[in-house]
């Protein structure tokens, strides 16, 4: 591949200046595990596209002498420079790497006649990439803002008065209406993110308090310990959700392993609250599903088939109020 002013700025030092250390880690291990697909060249421009939770598309251009970068999931959608950003980046330095000497300043010397060519859908006036270097340490990752989706910034129903979500660490609505819990495979962020298909799928539901757990990023700093006060807030919050929901709807993703889903499903097996979907192919199918029909849980065995039941017992829940 050729190379756009954007492969002569990049430097993994460079990019360990721009993601925090576990963003960089984790980046680096999409790299190595090729998770990096249809990398291709677009005028100035370079488009990957990453294998996560789902598949995300990634666009890395020069600007002054610096990175600019773009990536459509949440986190590159707040102008975080992700995980995906970096196993692409590592792959065009990989690629880059790989051109003969002659090449490359071949290609340098046609690429600097003219400016980089920003992208018109994400305008370097929104600073992504922006923020110049640091040679000293690295830049700290962006806060997470409390509520993940514009409609949930605000207890409030939205205007149409559908379903607003309500995702940790934010504080729980006070709520008068029906709410749903979201528990499932979340695999610190690797599992598929059917959390945000079941949000779009409720959306129209009046009234509805959506709480989802799924951050849109995980720390992976985070230490698994009851002395670290970032873990016991999650957890604590998942607990008080799962107390004050009417509805727990629970997805076992065929290709997680989902341990704390596993937990969940014995403290709230006798609930009465509980629709469980554990599609085949689940490393503990069988288990799920004894406990299930031991406690005579609602389960059903696809997603869409889930969704489905949450609508009708959400409706049941909403006409007892």
């Given at each position: 591949?050729?190379?756009?002013?954007?492969?002569?700025?990049?430097?993994?030092?460079?990019?360990?200046?721009?993601?925090?250390?576990?963003?960089?880690?984790?980046?680096?291990?999409?790299?190595?595990?090729?998770?990096?697909?249809?990398?291709?060249?677009?005028?100035?421009?370079?488009?990957?596209?990453?294998?996560?939770?789902?598949?995300?598309?990634?666009?890395?251009?020069?600007?002054?002498?610096?990175?600019?970068?773009?990536?459509?999931?949440?986190?590159?959608?707040?102008?975080?420079?992700?995980?995906?950003?970096?196993?692409?980046?590592?792959?065009?330095?990989?690629?880059?790497?790989?051109q003969p000497d002659d090449e490359e300043e071949g290609d340098e010397e046609q690429d600097e006649v003219d400016e980089p060519e920003v992208p018109p859908t994400k305008p370097l006036s929104k600073a992504r990439g922006a923020r110049p270097p640091s040679s000293t340490k690295p830049v700290k990752p962006?806060?997470?803002?409390?509520?993940?989706?514009?409609?949930?910034?605000?207890?409030?129903?939205?205007?149409?008065?559908?379903?607003?979500?309500?995702?940790?660490?934010?504080?729980?609505?006070?709520?008068?209406?029906?709410?749903?819990?979201?528990?499932?495979?979340?695999?610190?962020?690797?599992?598929?993110?059917?959390?945000?298909?079941?949000?779009?799928?409720?959306?129209?539901?009046?009234?509805?308090?959506?709480?989802?757990?799924?951050?849109?990023?995980?720390?992976?700093?985070?230490?698994?310990?009851?002395?670290?006060?970032?873990?016991?807030?999650?957890?604590?919050?998942?607990?008080?959700?799962?107390?004050?929901?009417?509805?727990?709807?629970?997805?076992?993703?065929?290709?997680?392993?989902?341990?704390?889903?596993?937990?969940?499903?014995?403290?709230?097996?006798?609930?009465?609250?509980?629709?469980?979907?554990?599609?085949?192919?689940?490393?503990?199918?069988?288990?799920?599903?004894?406990?299930?029909?031991?406690?005579?849980?609602?389960?059903?065995?696809?997603?869409?088939?889930?969704?489905?039941?949450?609508?009708?017992?959400?409706?049941?829940?909403?006409?007892?109020?």
């Amino acid at each position: 591949m050729s190379g756009p002013p954007v492969v002569h700025v990049l430097h993994a030092a460079q990019l360990r200046d721009l993601a925090d250390g576990p963003t960089f880690s984790r980046g680096e291990r999409y790299f190595r595990e090729g998770r990096v697909s249809a990398l291709a060249r677009d005028g100035k421009t370079i488009r990957g596209t990453v294998k996560g939770a789902t598949a995300y598309d990634v666009r890395l251009w020069g600007a002054g002498g610096r990175i600019a970068y773009a990536c459509s999931c949440p986190v590159g959608e707040e102008g975080g420079f992700c995980k995906h950003c970096v196993a692409v980046a590592l792959q065009l330095i990989e690629a880059r790497n790989a051109q003969p000497d002659d090449e490359e300043e071949g290609d340098e010397e046609q690429d600097e006649v003219d400016e980089p060519e920003v992208p018109p859908t994400k305008p370097l006036s929104k600073a992504r990439g922006a923020r110049p270097p640091s040679s000293t340490k690295p830049v700290k990752p962006e806060p997470r803002p409390e509520i993940a989706t514009p409609a949930a910034r605000s207890s409030a129903p939205p205007a149409s008065g559908g379903a607003v979500e309500h995702v940790a660490p934010a504080p729980l609505p006070e709520h008068d209406g029906p709410q749903v819990f979201l528990a499932g495979s979340i695999d610190q962020g690797e599992a598929e993110d059917w959390q945000r298909e079941a949000v779009a799928a409720l959306a129209d539901i009046p009234d509805l308090a959506i709480l989802n757990p799924r951050r849109r990023e995980w720390d992976g700093r985070v230490e698994g310990r009851v002395e670290d006060p970032d873990f016991v807030a999650q957890v604590e919050w998942e607990l008080e959700a799962m107390e004050r929901a009417d509805v727990i709807a629970m997805y076992f993703a065929p290709a997680s392993r989902a341990p704390i889903t596993l937990l969940e499903l014995g403290l709230h097996a006798a609930s009465g609250k509980l629709i469980v979907c554990c599609p085949d192919g689940y490393f503990r199918k069988g288990n799920v599903d004894l406990v299930c029909r031991r406690y005579g849980v609602h389960q059903t065995h696809d997603f869409a088939a889930l969704l489905r039941a949450l609508r009708a017992r959400l409706g049941a829940a909403r006409s007892k109020r």
